[in-house]
Nanobody, 127 residues
Framework: QVQLVESGGGLVQAGGSLRLSCAASGRTFDRRAMGWFRQAPGKEREFVAAINWIGSNTYYAGSIKGRFTISRDNAKNTINLQMNSLKPEDTAVYYC????????????????????WGQGAQVSVSS
């Protein structure tokens, strides 16, 4: 199995920055992609960003593109989400996820493609 341990997040003023990290361990040899999803109070879980292991292609939700950056650190077996210019509407629980499936599209924006999930990290942005 794959274990995901998240760190980072917290409270920040609007316009500030935070970085989330997710360390993967266990049987990661068949991992195909990792990504971030978030769920705000009263809202459905939504895709944020993803990175795959074929060419390290990245994908972003339109609402955060240009402000957030997903990256991979192979030496530490982690992914990171750098969040800049944060807005109050970014407040949510952020989940790290890993996929062992091969997506025919390769975009990995659908949460049904992910079979391992972290515990969630709270990100709160105040005005």
């Amino acid at each position: 199995q794959v274990q995901l341990v998240e760190s980072g997040g917290g409270l920040v003023q609007a316009g500030g920055s935070l970085r989330l990290s997710c360390a993967a361990s266990g049987r990661t040899f068949d991992r195909r992609a990792m990504g971030w999803f978030r769920q705000a109070p009263g809202k459905e879980r939504e895709f944020v960003a993803a990175i795959n292991w074929i060419g390290s292609n990245t994908y972003y939700a339109g609402s955060i593109k240009g402000r957030f950056t997903i990256s991979r650190d192979n030496a530490k077996n982690t992914i990171n989400l750098q969040m800049n210019s944060l807005k109050p509407e970014d407040t949510a629980v952020y989940y790290c996820a890993a996929s062992t499936y091969v997506s025919t599209s390769g975009t990995y924006t659908d949460d049904r493609l992910y079979d391992y999930w972290g515990q969630g990290a709270q990100v709160s942005v105040s005005s």
